[in-house]
């Protein structure tokens, strides 16, 4: 699950900057979050006005070969807005998800690095602070087939140790 955190965040840093500034009004900014946090983000530690949290949820044996495992992983995506007036974190909580929904399109292999990623469910928050209005957010359901060593796989052929 850690590989594959790791190709979504590299894949999110070079692709989502673009697509936050094609949809980025004056009135509404939708910055790059400074922190993309693997995991559950606990809010009381973090400053940042947006927030991208990616949290692991389960994974399950596929099919692959005999030398190349593959592996079924669930993941959620979430942006979290807070520090604006509630009409502009509304607005940041639809855009933000819509860019990330349309650089994942694009992204089905994350460039290379997984076999296959199929967007899911996504969820809005509206008002999902301790106190009303403050924050909003957005979830994604991402399921990614990996392969090769992103799934912990390796080739048994490779260890010479394993003939000896």
Not at 13 to 33: I, Q, Y
Request: proline share 4%; net charge negative.
């Amino acid at each position: 699950m850690e590989k594959t955190y790791n190709a979504l965040r590299k894949y999110i840093e070079g692709h989502l900057p673009a697509e936050l500034e094609r949809l980025a009004t004056e009135d509404t900014p939708l910055p790059m979050p400074d922190r993309i946090v693997f995991g559950v983000a606990d809010l009381t530690r973090y400053e940042q006005k947006v927030l991208c949290a990616i949290t692991p949820e389960n994974e399950e044996e596929g099919g692959g070969t005999i030398a190349d495992g593959e592996k079924e992983q669930s993941f959620t995506v979430g942006f979290i807005c807070r520090g604006r007036q509630y009409d502009v974190l509304v607005r940041q909580m639809c855009r933000y998800a819509l860019a990330f929904q349309d650089i994942m399109r694009g992204g089905w292999s994350l460039g290379g690095e997984v076999r296959n990623v199929a967007l899911g469910k996504t969820e809005y928050f509206p008002d999902a602070g301790t106190t009303e209005k403050q924050m909003t957010a957005a979830e994604t359901s991402l399921l990614v087939t990996a392969g090769g060593s992103v799934a912990g796989g390796h080739d048994p052929f490779d260890d010479e140790d394993d003939f000896l």
